[in-house]
C-alpha cells in the first residue's frame, strides 16, 4: 500500500533540493500528479497532502473524477491524446492541455471554451527525438505553430511539452532535455511569450529540473505502479 501523502512530500523535498542545487528559484518548478487510472480516494489523499495539479490522460474516466470533486480548488491537466469528439469536454472542465500538435485541436478547444471567461492554457507537444511513433509536431514546425495559434482567443500558449526517448543515466537524459530547453529559449528570445517547460517524469524529472523543466508529470513516484 503506497503511502501517498508521504511520496508526495518527499518528491516536492527533492524538487525544491534540485532548484537550490540548480540554481532554480524556489517554487520554479510545480508537480503534477499524473492522476490516471487512480481512484478519487487517492486523488483526495494527494490533495490532502497538499497536492493541487493533477493530470490526467482518458477523457471519460476523469468524468466521474472532475464531477466528483468539482467543489475542490483542483487544476485538472489533460495530458492524453485529444479525439475531437471530446474536445468540448476539456475544453469547459480542463485549465490546461500538454498534449497539442493539431491546430485543428486547438480550434476546437478555442470554440467550445467561449462560454468560460478564463482562457485554457496550452503546451505545444514537440518530438523532439523525430519518432515517428510518437505524437507531437517537429523542432522545426513550432513556431509556424504558434504562430497560426495567435488568432484564438480564448487560447493561451503557455509553452511546450516534450516526452523523450527513455534513457537510462542522467547525462543522456540533461543532454536531451538541454535540447528542448535551447528551443524554448530561442522562442523566448524572438519574443514569445512562453513561460512553461513542461518535461520530465519519474524516471527522470531531477535531469528535467536541471534543464530548465517548470512542470514535472509524477505518477508512479506517488501512486506506485499503474493498475493495468
Not at 466528483?68 to 469528439?85: A, P, R
Request: charged letters at 30%; a positive charge.
Amino acid at each position: 500500500m503506497e503511502n501517498i501523502k508521504e511520496n508526495i512530500l518527499k518528491i516536492k523535498k527533492d524538487i525544491l533540493q534540485s532548484e537550490v542545487k540548480f540554481s532554480r528559484k524556489k517554487n520554479s518548478v510545480t508537480l503534477m500528479a499524473v492522476s490516471k487510472t487512480q481512484s478519487t480516494g487517492n486523488i483526495l489523499e494527494a490533495y490532502n497532502a497538499g497536492q493541487r495539479h493533477f493530470g490526467e490522460n482518458y477523457i471519460q474516466e476523469s468524468i466521474e473524477k472532475i464531477i466528483e470533486l468539482k467543489d475542490l480548488d483542483i487544476i485538472w491537466h489533460f495530458i492524453g491524446k485529444i479525439q475531437s469528439n471530446k474536445a468540448k469536454f476539456i475544453a469547459e472542465n480542463y485549465d490546461w492541455v500538454h498534449s497539442i500538435d493539431k491546430i485543428s485541436t486547438l480550434e476546437k478547444l478555442n470554440n467550445h471554451r467561449k462560454s468560460i471567461k478564463k482562457k485554457i492554457n496550452i503546451c505545444i507537444q514537440v518530438n523532439i527525438d523525430s519518432e515517428e511513433t510518437k505524437s507531437g509536431i517537429f523542432i522545426n514546425e513550432v513556431e509556424k505553430f504558434i504562430e497560426q495559434a495567435n488568432d484564438l482567443k480564448q487560447i493561451t500558449i503557455r509553452g511546450i511539452m516534450a516526452i523523450p526517448m527513455y534513457q537510462p543515466d542522467y547525462d543522456s537524459q540533461f543532454k536531451t532535455f538541454t535540447k528542448i530547453k535551447d528551443l524554448f529559449d530561442r522562442l523566448v528570445k524572438k519574443g514569445y511569450k512562453l513561460d512553461t517547460l513542461s518535461i520530465g517524469m519519474s524516471s527522470d524529472y531531477n535531469a528535467a529540473i536541471a534543464a530548465g523543466s517548470t512542470i514535472v508529470r509524477i505518477g508512479t513516484s506517488i501512486f506506485g505502479e499503474r493498475i493495468k
